[in-house]
C-alpha cells in the first residue's frame, strides 16, 4: 500500500506531521507537500513558472507551488510506485460548506481523484487548542476502515474533525455540504509607507447548518465526512435551459 500524503499549510505545517504519524505502519508514505503556506490556493496549477522539489527528508518533499501542483507531479511521474490512496491534511482549520471551493487541501485529494485514486481530505475544526491527535487518529480508522473494505476509485471524501479530545467525540456521521453566509467585508488598511493595503474578509458563519449538513455534524461533537463529485453541472437546470436557449434564439 502506497500512500500519498500532502496538504495546504506547507511541508512543516503540525497538522501533517501529525497525520504521517496517525497513518504510520499502514503502508508506504510519502509526503510531498508545498514549501510554505498555500491555503486558500484551491486547485490552481503553476503554469508559467518551473517547480522545484527539495527532499527534506526520506520520503518528504517540499515543492515551490500549489497542493494541486504537489499532487500532479508526485503522481504524474515524481514517484516510480503507483499511489493507491491520497490524503491530503490535516488542514489547522475547518474545510465546511463552500470552504472546499477554496480550500488547497480540499484541492490536493481533488487532484488525487482527478488523477484516478481513492481520496480523503482532512481537516480540522480548529477551536483554539489543536487536537491534531484526535484528527490523526480519525484519520487513521478512516484509511484502516478503506483498507479492510477499499473505497471506490470515485470516492473523494471531506472529513472534518471537531477539535475535542478523542474520547470526547460523539461519533461519525455522512453529511451535505452546508452554506456559509457571505463573508465579512474586506478589510482596508495602509502600508508603513502609506498606500492602501486590503484583506480579504473573515468567512462567514453557517447559513445552512441545518440538518443532515457538515455544520451541524461538528457543532454535535461529530465527525463530518461529505461525499464530494467533481460534475459541477446543475442537471435539474439542463431541461429548463435548453428551453431558454430556444426561446431566446439569435
Ligand atoms: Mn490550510
Same mark, same amino acid.
Given at each position: 500500500?502506497?500512500?500519498?500524503l500532502s496538504n495546504d499549510d506547507g511541508w512543516?505545517a503540525d497538522g501533517l506531521r501529525a497525520l504521517?504519524?496517525?497513518?504510520?505502519?499502514?503502508?508506504?508514505?510519502?509526503?510531498?507537500a508545498p514549501?510554505?503556506n498555500r491555503s486558500g490556493a484551491s486547485?490552481?496549477?503553476?503554469?508559467?513558472?518551473?517547480?522545484?522539489?527539495?527532499?527534506?527528508?526520506?520520503?518528504?518533499?517540499?515543492?515551490?507551488?500549489?497542493p494541486?501542483?504537489?499532487?500532479?507531479?508526485?503522481?504524474?511521474?515524481?514517484?516510480?510506485?503507483?499511489?493507491?490512496?491520497?490524503v491530503a491534511g490535516i488542514n489547522d482549520g475547518a474545510n465546511l460548506?463552500?470552504d472546499v471551493?477554496y480550500s488547497g487541501t480540499v484541492a490536493a485529494a481533488m487532484?488525487?481523484?482527478?488523477?484516478?485514486? #481513492?481520496?480523503i481530505a482532512f481537516s480540522l475544526v480548529s477551536g483554539?487548542?489543536r487536537h491534531f491527535?484526535t484528527a490523526a487518529?480519525v484519520a487513521?480508522?478512516?484509511?484502516?476502515?478503506?483498507?479492510?473494505?477499499?473505497? #471506490?476509485?470515485?470516492?473523494?471524501l471531506n472529513v472534518n474533525v471537531p477539535d475535542? #479530545?478523542?474520547?470526547?467525540?460523539?461519533?461519525?456521521?455522512?453529511?451535505?455540504?452546508?452554506?456559509?453566509?457571505?463573508?465579512?467585508?474586506?478589510?482596508?488598511?495602509?502600508?508603513?509607507?502609506?498606500?492602501?493595503?486590503?484583506?480579504?474578509?473573515?468567512p462567514?458563519?453557517?447559513?445552512?447548518?441545518? #440538518?443532515?449538513?457538515d455544520?451541524?455534524?461538528v457543532?454535535?461533537?461529530?465527525?463530518s465526512?461529505?461525499?464530494?463529485?467533481?460534475?459541477?453541472?446543475?442537471?435539474?437546470?439542463?431541461?429548463?435551459?435548453?428551453?431558454?436557449?430556444?426561446?431566446?434564439?439569435?
Open positions: 500500500m502506497n500512500i500519498l512543516r504521517a504519524e496517525g497513518l504510520a505502519g499502514l503502508g508506504t508514505l510519502t509526503v510531498v514549501d510554505r486547485n490552481s496549477l503553476t503554469l508559467e513558472s518551473p517547480l522545484r522539489i527539495v527532499e527534506q527528508h526520506e520520503r518528504w518533499y517540499a515543492v515551490n507551488g500549489t494541486t501542483d504537489c499532487v500532479h507531479l508526485a503522481i504524474s511521474g515524481l514517484l516510480p510506485e503507483q499511489q493507491q490512496l491520497v460548506g463552500d471551493l487532484e488525487g481523484r482527478l488523477l484516478g485514486l #481513492p481520496s483554539g487548542e491527535e487518529r487513521r480508522e478512516l484509511v484502516e476502515r478503506g483498507l479492510r473494505t477499499p473505497l #471506490p476509485p470515485a470516492t473523494l475535542l #479530545p478523542y474520547e470526547s467525540l460523539a461519533g461519525v456521521r455522512a453529511t451535505r455540504l452546508g452554506v456559509r453566509h457571505r463573508s465579512e467585508r474586506m478589510v482596508a488598511a495602509r502600508d508603513p509607507r502609506g498606500r492602501r493595503i486590503y484583506w480579504v474578509g473573515a462567514g458563519a453557517g447559513q445552512d447548518a441545518g #440538518p443532515g449538513t455544520f451541524e455534524a457543532e454535535q461533537g461529530f465527525v465526512v461529505t461525499p464530494l463529485q467533481i460534475d459541477l453541472t446543475l442537471h435539474a437546470a439542463l431541461a429548463e435551459l435548453g428551453g431558454w436557449l430556444r426561446a431566446t434564439d439569435v
